[in-house]
Nanobody, 122 residues
Framework: QVLLVESGGGSVQAGGSLRLSCAAS???????MGWFRQAPGKEREFVAA????????DYVDSVKGRFTISRDTATNTVYLQMNNLKPEDTAVYYC????????????????WGQGTQVVVSS
C-alpha cells in the first residue's frame, strides 16, 4: 500500500513562496507523482506532475514559470516549490501517485494524500 503525506501548506501574501512536500512510502518505484489542487466550490485541478524514472515534468499553464515540481528518490519525497503566489492559487493541494504515467486527469491516480491548505492573501 502506498502512503502519501503532504506538508508545507500555510498562509502567505501574494508574491510570496511556499514549498510543499509529499513523503511517499510503500511500493512507489516506477510511479509518477502529481500535485492537484481544489479550491472551494471548484473541481479538483491538475497542477504538476513528474515521472519517477526520468524526471520529465508537466505543468498546467497557470503555474508555468512560478511552480517547480521535483523529487528526491533517496528520500522518496516529491516537492512543489511555489513562487510568486497569487490569490487564485488558494486551494487544498493534494499529492497523488499514478501507475499510468504523468497524466493530467485525477482518475489516472490511484493513491492520494490527505491534502494541505494553501491560502494566498492579496
Amino acid at each position: 500500500q502506498v502512503l502519501l503525506v503532504e506538508s508545507g501548506g500555510g498562509s502567505v501574501q501574494a508574491g510570496g513562496s511556499l514549498r510543499l512536500s509529499c513523503a511517499a512510502s510503500g511500493p512507489i518505484r516506477g510511479l509518477s507523482m502529481g500535485w492537484f489542487r481544489q479550491a472551494p466550490g471548484k473541481e479538483r485541478e491538475f497542477v504538476a506532475a513528474i515521472s519517477w524514472s526520468i524526471s520529465s515534468t508537466d505543468y498546467v499553464d497557470s503555474v508555468k514559470g512560478r511552480f517547480t515540481i521535483s523529487r528526491d528518490t533517496a528520500t522518496n519525497t516529491v516537492y512543489l516549490q511555489m513562487n510568486n503566489l497569487k490569490p487564485e492559487d488558494t486551494a487544498v493541494y493534494y499529492c497523488a501517485a499514478s501507475t499510468y504515467g504523468s497524466v493530467r486527469i485525477s482518475t489516472g491516480y490511484t493513491y492520494w494524500g490527505q491534502g494541505t491548505q494553501v491560502v494566498v492573501s492579496s
